[in-house]
């Protein structure tokens, strides 16, 4: 793994695209990701990204913003008076293009930095997304932090298969992120499970039913057809998940495997599909 250390001039990115209707900004603490040659990082979107990959491969660099906290002290006001004046309110999604809990976080500790400045300086809305249960070492911080704004945790389950074949294991196991929901849940925190992209599921009900019991607020259903930024699922069609996914079930290739995942989950749980559940809008019309 090649380590940088950068000095940026922003860490507030007023949201676009996907995230547009979900939070008024993304902020990441890391360019590129140690979780980027794990089974998330397989079909990870930002690969795709030219401004920052740079020519350099995927899964086999990380970028530190070093001045990331002081850059947030700066300019966080500024960003504040517009996010409520064009978005309803000052949100952010931490992180959209890496993930704050990998590897390199336990050397630099930017996104523990990050959150201490947030007390400080606190968003209306926060929402916390990571693949790894490594988020428990700042549960302490995450959950003073809640006290100064609503925040949401959001961690990246994607089904309940460990792996699909032919692909990396993930960053954690699932028990141990099902594990990490329910530690936040029982201390009082939104906690919401992602299948994101969403595999397919092998026990279906046995699975929305152990997250509902982990005190899971909502579930998010995002298939890489519209969660990935293309329309058709372009960019993740050019990774090895697609054929992963056919060799177990061609049917969850298709968004409507989404669809039929979706009325099982309502059974147990609120739902949400794609960038409605990100934004905490739920079918059965109920925020989380």
């Known amino acids: 793994m090649i380590v940088n250390e950068l000095t940026v001039r922003s860490v507030l990115t007023r949201a676009k695209g996907y995230l547009e209707d979900v939070v008024s900004h993304s902020l990441n603490p890391y360019v590129g990701c140690g979780f980027g040659n794990s089974s998330c990082g397989e079909a990870c979107y930002v690969q795709f990204n030219p401004w920052l990959m740079r020519g350099r491969k995927w899964g086999e660099f990380v970028d530190v913003k070093a001045n990331a906290v002081e850059i947030y002290l700066k300019t966080a006001p500024g960003e504040r008076d517009w996010g409520r004046k064009h978005r309803g309110a000052f949100s952010i999604f931490f992180s959209s293009s890496t993930d704050p809990w990998q590897p390199q976080e336990k050397?630099?500790?930017?996104?523990?930095?990050?959150?201490?400045?947030?007390?400080e300086?606190?968003?209306?809305?926060?929402?916390?997304?990571?693949?790894?249960?490594?988020?428990?070492?700042?549960?302490?911080?995450?959950?003073?932090?809640?006290?100064?704004?609503?925040?949401?945790?959001?961690?990246?389950?994607?089904?309940?298969?460990?792996?699909?074949?032919?692909?990396?294991?993930?960053?954690?196991?699932?028990?141990?992120?099902?594990?990490?929901?329910?530690?936040?849940?029982?201390?009082?925190?939104t906690s919401v499970a992602c299948l994101s992209p969403l595999y397919p599921l092998e026990n279906p009900d046995g699975f929305f039913r152990r997250l509902a019991e982990a005190g899971v607020r909502g579930v998010i259903l995002d298939h890489f057809i519209q969660g990935d930024g293309t329309p058709d699922g372009t960019r993740t069609l050019k990774t090895s998940l697609p054929e992963a996914m056919r060799k177990v079930n061609p049917a969850a290739l298709q968004l409507s495997y989404r669809d039929s995942m979706a009325e099982i989950a309502k059974k147990y749980l609120p739902v949400g599909l794609s960038s409605d559940g990100f934004a905490g809008r739920w079918q059965e019309g109920r925020d989380v």
Not at 107 to 119: E, G, N, P, W, Y
């Open 107 to 119: 050397k630099s500790r930017v996104t523990r930095r990050l959150l201490a400045a947030m007390q």
């Open 121 to 189: 300086l606190p968003p209306d809305r926060l929402i916390l997304q990571t693949h790894s249960a490594a988020i428990l070492d700042d549960e302490e911080s995450i959950c003073e932090l809640s006290r100064c704004c609503e925040l949401r945790v959001h961690i990246s389950i994607e089904g309940d298969r460990e792996r699909l074949p032919g692909m990396p294991p993930p960053p954690s196991s699932i028990e141990d992120r099902i594990l990490a929901l329910q530690g936040f849940a029982n201390r009082g925190l």
